[in-house]
Nanobody
Framework: VQLQASGGGLVQAGASLRLSCAAS????????MGWFRQAPGKEREFVSA????????DYADSVKGRFTISRDNAKNTLYLQMNSLKPEDTAVYIC?????????????????WGQGTQVTVSS
């Protein structure tokens, strides 16, 4: 499975961005997917996850109420709508496929990782 993230960019605080993650190869809509982010000098951290049917979602406290995760299984694509962006949201955003239908927040439960897309929020 290959994952290609896109949609990042440089925006001002308060702006919105929509990230996409296109999956190709031996894809399966039976797996949950998630977004992580990694800022320079920091550990990769969980942002959000969605179950394979899109019914169950999970968000880190730092993004809850501002970010919305969704997926379109017909298009093999994962999305992350990011509103009210803050400078502390600046990071490389990385999409991933987890091992089960519902994902946890733990990195080692994810099997496939994309290369990431840079999001920079200026104050």
């Amino acid at each position: 499975v290959q994952l290609q993230a896109s949609g990042g960019g440089l925006v001002q605080a308060g702006a919105s961005l929509r990230l996409s993650c296109a999956a190709s190869g031996r894809t399966s809509s039976n797996n949950g997917m998630g977004w992580f982010r990694q800022a320079p000098g920091k550990e990769r951290e969980f942002v959000s996850a969605i179950s394979w049917r899109g019914v169950n979602t999970d968000y880190a406290d730092s993004v809850k109420g501002r970010f919305t995760i969704s997926r379109d299984n017909a298009k093999n694509t994962l999305y992350l709508q990011m509103n009210s962006l803050k400078p502390e949201d600046t990071a490389v955003y990385i999409c991933a496929v987890c091992l089960s239908s519902t994902c946890s927040r733990t990195r080692n439960t994810y099997r496939y990782w994309g290369q990431g897309t840079q999001v920079t929020v200026s104050s």
